[in-house]
């Protein structure tokens, strides 16, 4: 069992930065796929980010790419999404998640774990 809770959200302008945390409890948090997904109002959840178990693989989601960056420190069962250049259509809810499997994946199906959430407002 990983119980997850996000922190760093926030209000921000366009072009600011933000940096999401988000901590795991459980002894196996460096035998999980870590992922991020965002939701916005009315919308599907949506991939964001994903970084393999040991950090060295990563996945992004087309629009943010070049953006935003994932990674992970599992001795302190952290995994982080540092966001760059932020524009108003990143504003959503973001979800830290985990996966037991060792692939990378993009669809929030296959995750089996998830954070409460943490709101990202990016004005214009």
């Known amino acids: 069992q990983v119980q997850l809770v996000e922190s760093g959200g926030g209000l921000v302008q366009a072009g600011g930065s933000l940096r999401l945390s988000c901590a795991a409890s459980?002894?196996?948090?460096?035998?999980?796929?870590m992922g991020w997904f965002r939701q916005a109002p009315g919308k599907e959840r949506e991939f964001v980010a994903a970084?393999?178990?040991?950090?060295?693989?990563?996945d992004y989601a087309d629009s943010v790419k070049g953006r935003f960056t994932i990674s992970r420190d599992n001795a302190k069962n952290t995994v982080y999404l540092q966001m760059n250049s932020l524009k108003p259509e990143d504003t959503a809810v973001y979800y830290c998640?985990?996966?037991?499997?060792?692939?990378?994946?993009?669809?929030?199906?296959?995750?089996?774990?998830w954070g409460q959430g943490t709101q990202v407002t990016v004005s214009s």
């Open positions: 998640a985990a996966d037991r499997r060792f692939s990378l994946d993009t669809t929030a199906s296959r995750y089996d774990y």
């Open positions: 459980g002894r196996t948090f460096s035998r999980h796929v």
């Open positions: 970084i393999s178990w040991g950090g060295s693989g990563t």
